[in-house]
Nanobody
C-alpha cells in the first residue's frame, strides 16, 4: 500500500521559513516525478514544485519561484520543499504527490497523494 506522509507545516510570520517533508512508502520512490501542490480555502489546487527521479531537474510555480527550493533524498524516500520569504498568500494546505509522468505541473498526472499539511503565514 502506497503511503505519503507530509510533515513540517505550521504557523509562521511573514518573511519566515518552513521546510516541508514528504516520506513515501510502498512505491518505487526513485521513479517518476514527485511534487508539491497547495490548496487554499475556496481556491483550486495550485502547483508549487516538482522534481525528477534523479533530483537534477526541478520546476516551480510562478508564485514561488526564487523563494521555494525542492529536493529529494532517495535513500530516505523523502522529498523536501524549503520555503523562504513566506507571504500570507502562501497560506494553504500543502500536498505531496508521487508517481508523476509527462507534465510535472499537472496534478492529473500524479497517482499518489498525501493527506496534506497546513501552512499558515501571518502578516
Amino acid at each position: 500500500q502506497v503511503q505519503l506522509v507530509e510533515s513540517g507545516g505550521g504557523l509562521v510570520q511573514a518573511g519566515g521559513s518552513l521546510r516541508l517533508s514528504c516520506t513515501a512508502s510502498g512505491l518505487t520512490f526513485s521513479r517518476g516525478y514527485m511534487a508539491w501542490f497547495r490548496q487554499a480555502p475556496g481556491k483550486d489546487r495550485e502547483f508549487v514544485s516538482a522534481i525528477n527521479w534523479s533530483g537534477d531537474s526541478t520546476w516551480y510555480g510562478d508564485s514561488v519561484k526564487g523563494r521555494f527550493t525542492m529536493s529529494r533524498d532517495n535513500a530516505k524516500n523523502t522529498v523536501y520543499v524549503q520555503m523562504n520569504s513566506l507571504k500570507p498568500e502562501d497560506t494553504a494546505d500543502y500536498y505531496c504527490a508521487a508517481g508523476g509522468t509527462v507534465v510535472p505541473s499537472n496534478p492529473r498526472r500524479y497517482t499518489y497523494w498525501g493527506q496534506g499539511t497546513q501552512v499558515t503565514v501571518s502578516s
